[in-house]
């Protein structure tokens, strides 16, 4: 029983570690992830698909919620203008279904 409640908060800390519930910041210094976002899914790091509801942005698989309270985040991001600036280059969506990685090289900034 004991074992069963360890391997439960396990996963379940696992899940909240890769939830992708993200607070945009008005200051870099803020942030952890500085973000660049490109009107060309071809440059992109990530495609990402911004989804209205919480329980849909879980795991790392580009499906964004953004929330309104810095303390509730997973992530803190910060929007960039320039692309030599950023850690991750972006891409949005309006299909859920093409969310995801193109270069997987840069999965470990939204851990």
Same mark, same amino acid.
């Given at each position: ?7 439960? +908060? ?24 500085? +973000? ?8 992109? !790091? ?5 989804? !209205? ?5 879980? !795991? ?26 950023? !850690? ?24």
């Amino acid at each position: 029983m004991k074992r069963m409640i360890t391997l439960l +908060v396990l996963s379940l800390i696992g899940y909240a570690a890769s939830a992708q519930i993200v607070y945009s910041t008005d200051f870099k210094s803020e942030a952890k992830v500085k +973000v660049y976002v490109t009107e060309f899914k071809s440059e992109a !790091d990530l495609i990402v698909y911004v989804t !209205d509801f919480k329980s849909e942005a879980r !795991d790392n698989k580009g499906l964004w919620y953004f929330t309104e309270f810095k303390s509730e985040a997973k992530k803190k991001i910060y929007f960039t203008e320039y692309k030599s600036e950023a !850690d991750l280059v972006i891409y949005f969506t309006e299909y859920k279904s093409e969310a995801g990685w193109r270069k997987k090289s840069k999965m470990h900034l939204m851990y």
